[in-house]
């Protein structure tokens, strides 16, 4: 079946221009819900593909910390978010596919 209408809406969070110490970034204020779904896949991609291995490793490493920093210091909700982080990197460790 097929439908040339169908209109898919993907929201990345509510992205914004912060600066801090003279240099911009953006912030994006994903949901718990979407936190705790990209730290699951991160760290199952990281057991099946191999830790430590690759530049794409260390590029995504170093980009999941600079989003934990950045939600620690600009975001809000950060209780329920960093909730939703933990529970997405023991559900990955534990290989659960679910919430």
Known sequence: LKVNSA???H???EARVRKFLGK???LQEYSPFRR???MRNRIILYKRYGM???AWFWLDAKNAIKDLIKLT???SKKRAKFIAVIKGIVDGLC???SK
């Open 24 to 26: 911009s970034f953006f």
């Open 36 to 38: 705790y779904y990209m």
């Open 95 to 97: 290989w659960r596919e």
């Open 52 to 54: 430590f291995k690759g």
């Open 73 to 75: 210091f600009f975001e």
């Open 11 to 13: 929201k990345f969070g």
């Open 7 to 9: 209109v898919l809406l």
